[in-house]
C-alpha cells in the first residue's frame, strides 16, 4: 500500500477517534455537572432550571461549536437537533453535535476516496456516498437513544399515573404529586419530572410545563395524561379518578404491544439479516478479491451496485413497516 494511501487512512482514523473522545468528554464533563449534590445545593438556591448545568465550569463549548449554535439558532436544523438532544438526554449543546456529524462526514469522505482507489470519479463518487453516511450517523445514534428512552418512559407511565393518583387522593396538590413522583421514581421518569418541578419553580404554570414534557417526550400515553390534567383544571372534577381510569388504560395498551412485539420479532429479525447480507457479502468480497468486485464500479457498470443498494434500501423500510402495528 502506498505511503498516500497510509496518510489518508490515518487522516480518516484521526478524524474519528477525536470525534469519538469530544463526544465522549461532553457527556462526561456534563454529567459530572449534574450531580444530585449540584442539583440539591441548585433546588436550595429557587429551582434553577436544567439549563444552568451548561454554564458549569468544566462544561464550557468551544468557540467554534458557539458559533454554530448562533448560526443555527432559530433555523429547523437548529432547533431539530435541539429536540432530538432534549429526547435522547445527551448532554451537550445543538453546536456541539453538528460539530461531530461534520466530522463524522469529513471522515467517511476520506474512507470513501480510499475505497475507491484514489481514482477521480470513483473516489468522488464513494466519498460522497460515505460522507452522508457519516453525517447521519450520529442523529441515527441519538434517534435510538430516544426511542429506548421513550420506550423506558412508556413503560413506566402506567405505575407513576397510578402513583399520582394514590397520592392526589390523599390530598397531594399536583404540583406536591410530581414532586413526589421525582423523588420516588426511576429514571428517566424521575428526571423528566424533575425537569417539570423546576419549571414550575421558575414561574411556569404546571399545564405549559406538562406541554414542555409532553414535546420532550413524544407519547401518546403522557398526551392522554396531559389533556385530561389540562382539562381537569378548566372544568374541575376527580383528578384522582380519572388518572386512575387512564392508568388503567395505559398498563392494558402496554401490555398488548409487548404480546406483538413477541409475535413480530422473528420479522424484524430476519429483515435486519436479509439487508445485511449484501453488505457482508460485499465486504467480504472486497476483503478477498479487490480487484473483482471493483470491475464493477466502473461506468456503465456502477449503476447495478447504485441500483441494488437503493431498492435494499425500499425493501427494508418496506418490511419494517408491515411489521410496524399501531394500538
Given at each position: 500500500?502506498?505511503?498516500?494511501?497510509?496518510?489518508?487512512i490515518?487522516?480518516?482514523?484521526?478524524?474519528f477517534?477525536?470525534a469519538?473522545?469530544?463526544?465522549?468528554?461532553?457527556?462526561?464533563?456534563?454529567?459530572?455537572?449534574?450531580?444530585?449534590?449540584?442539583?440539591?445545593?441548585?433546588?436550595?438556591?429557587?429551582?434553577?432550571?436544567d439549563?444552568?448545568?451548561?454554564?458549569?465550569?468544566?462544561?464550557?463549548t468551544s468557540?467554534?461549536?458557539?458559533?454554530?449554535?448562533?448560526a443555527?439558532?432559530?433555523?429547523?436544523?437548529?432547533?431539530?437537533?435541539?429536540?432530538?438532544?432534549a429526547?435522547?438526554?445527551?448532554?451537550?449543546?445543538?453546536g456541539?453535535?453538528?460539530?461531530?456529524?461534520?466530522?463524522?462526514?469529513?471522515?467517511?469522505?476520506?474512507?470513501?476516496?480510499?475505497?475507491?482507489?484514489?481514482?477521480?470519479n470513483?473516489?468522488?463518487?464513494?466519498?460522497?456516498?460515505?460522507?452522508?453516511i457519516?453525517?447521519?450517523?450520529?442523529?441515527?445514534?441519538?434517534?435510538?437513544?430516544?426511542?429506548?428512552?421513550q420506550?423506558?418512559?412508556?413503560?413506566?407511565?402506567?405505575?407513576?399515573?397510578?402513583?399520582?393518583?394514590n397520592s392526589?387522593?390523599?390530598?397531594?396538590?399536583?404540583?406536591?404529586?410530581m414532586?413526589?413522583?421525582?423523588?420516588e421514581s426511576?429514571?428517566?421518569?424521575?428526571?423528566?419530572?424533575?425537569?417539570?418541578?423546576?419549571?414550575v419553580?421558575?414561574?411556569?404554570?404546571?399545564q405549559q410545563?406538562?406541554?414542555?414534557?409532553?414535546?420532550?417526550?413524544?407519547?401518546?400515553?403522557?398526551?392522554?395524561?396531559?389533556?385530561?390534567?389540562?382539562?381537569q383544571?378548566?372544568l374541575?372534577?376527580?383528578?384522582?379518578?380519572i388518572?386512575?381510569?387512564?392508568g388503567?388504560?395505559?398498563?392494558?395498551?402496554?401490555?398488548?404491544?409487548?404480546?406483538?412485539?413477541?409475535?413480530?420479532?422473528?420479522?424484524?429479525?430476519?429483515?435486519n439479516?436479509?439487508?445485511?447480507?449484501p453488505?457482508?457479502?460485499?465486504?467480504?468480497?472486497?476483503?478477498i478479491n479487490?480487484?473483482?468486485l471493483?470491475?464493477?464500479?466502473?461506468?456503465?457498470?456502477?449503476?447495478?451496485?447504485i441500483g441494488?443498494a437503493?431498492?435494499?434500501?425500499?425493501?427494508y423500510?418496506?418490511?419494517?413497516?408491515?411489521?410496524?402495528?399501531e394500538?
Amino acid at each position: 500500500m502506498e505511503s498516500s494511501q497510509l496518510l489518508s487512512i490515518a487522516a480518516a482514523l484521526f478524524v474519528f477517534i477525536a470525534a469519538a473522545l469530544v463526544f465522549i468528554g461532553v457527556q462526561s464533563s456534563r454529567a459530572r455537572a449534574s450531580t444530585p449534590e449540584m442539583e440539591d445545593r441548585l433546588d436550595r438556591y429557587g429551582n434553577i432550571a436544567d439549563e444552568i448545568v451548561s454554564d458549569t465550569p468544566g462544561s464550557a463549548t468551544s468557540a467554534f461549536s458557539e458559533k454554530i449554535d448562533r448560526a443555527t439558532k432559530g433555523t429547523s436544523l437548529g432547533e431539530k437537533t435541539a429536540t432530538l438532544l432534549a429526547r435522547a438526554d445527551l448532554k451537550m449543546t445543538a453546536g456541539e453535535f453538528i460539530a461531530i456529524r461534520g466530522g463524522a462526514a469529513f471522515g467517511g469522505f476520506v474512507l470513501g476516496v480510499i475505497f475507491g482507489g484514489f481514482q477521480a470519479n470513483l473516489s468522488i463518487l464513494f466519498g460522497i456516498v460515505f460522507g452522508v453516511i457519516g453525517w447521519m450517523v450520529p442523529p441515527k445514534y441519538a434517534g435510538m437513544k430516544a426511542s429506548q428512552r421513550q420506550k423506558k418512559f412508556n413503560g413506566q407511565l402506567g405505575d407513576t399515573i397510578g402513583l399520582m393518583a394514590n397520592s392526589l387522593r390523599a390530598g397531594y396538590s399536583l404540583l406536591q404529586t410530581m414532586e413526589l413522583v421525582s423523588r420516588e421514581s426511576p429514571d428517566p421518569m424521575a428526571d423528566e419530572f424533575r425537569r417539570v418541578v423546576r419549571e414550575v419553580g421558575l414561574g411556569i404554570s404546571p399545564q405549559q410545563a406538562l406541554n414542555n414534557l409532553l414535546r420532550r417526550v413524544p407519547s401518546e400515553d403522557l398526551d392522554l395524561m396531559v389533556s385530561a390534567i389540562n382539562i381537569q383544571h378548566e372544568l374541575g372534577g376527580n383528578l384522582g379518578q380519572i388518572l386512575d381510569i387512564i392508568g388503567e388504560t395505559i398498563r392494558e395498551r402496554v401490555r398488548i404491544k409487548g404480546e406483538i412485539n413477541v409475535l413480530v420479532a422473528q420479522q424484524k429479525f430476519s429483515a435486519n439479516v436479509i439487508a445485511a447480507m449484501p453488505i457482508v457479502m460485499t465486504l467480504g468480497l472486497y476483503a478477498i478479491n479487490r480487484d473483482y468486485l471493483m470491475s464493477m464500479f466502473v461506468w456503465p457498470w456502477v449503476c447495478l451496485p447504485i441500483g441494488a443498494a437503493v431498492l435494499l434500501c425500499i425493501g427494508y423500510v418496506m418490511m419494517r413497516k408491515i411489521v410496524a402495528i399501531e394500538i
